[in-house]
């Protein structure tokens, strides 16, 4: 008995250990090839398939060009980056234009107290000479 129930326990494992074996590969097959697409590919090679699904393409250049669509991971981030990127350039820019203006204020109020103390010269020059006639 205990022979016969060996025998039926390996041949239960020859026969369904491959078949098990062949679904785990089907499956690992089916992974990895994406479902066909439902809808045509986007400017970014991505595509939503049947279930909704966002796909893309495989490609070592994908755009990003497909903002509230279906695109490649790491767009968000990488428009993010973009973004504090171009508010750190906007922020430079605007300082260096306050900074001109501050020069050029200072220069404006240099010129006026330079002409402000010739005209006070100016002044004491003819009055000094109407005082000592």
């Not at 239960?12 to 499956?27: D, H, Q, R, T």
């Not at 497909?66 to 968000?76: I, M, V, Y």
Request: with cysteine; net charge positive.
């Amino acid at each position: 008995m205990r022979t016969t129930l060996s025998a039926i326990a390996v041949f239960g494992l020859l026969v369904f250990a491959p078949g098990s074996a062949l679904a785990k590969e089907k499956a690992a097959k089916a992974e990895a090839e994406p479902p066909p697409a439902a809808e045509p590919i986007n400017p970014c090679g991505c595509y939503h398939d049947a279930q909704g699904q966002c796909h893309c393409n495989k490609t070592k250049k994908l755009k990003c060009d497909c903002e509230n669509e279906c695109e490649p991971a790491g767009c968000e981030e990488q428009r993010h980056k973009q973004q504090e990127k171009d508010a750190a350039a906007t922020l430079k820019k605007i300082q260096q234009n306050d900074k001109k203006k501050q020069a050029e204020a200072k220069a404006a109020q240099a010129k006026k107290d330079k002409d402000k103390a010739a005209e006070k010269a100016k002044k004491q020059a003819e009055g000094g000479e109407g005082r000592w006639k």
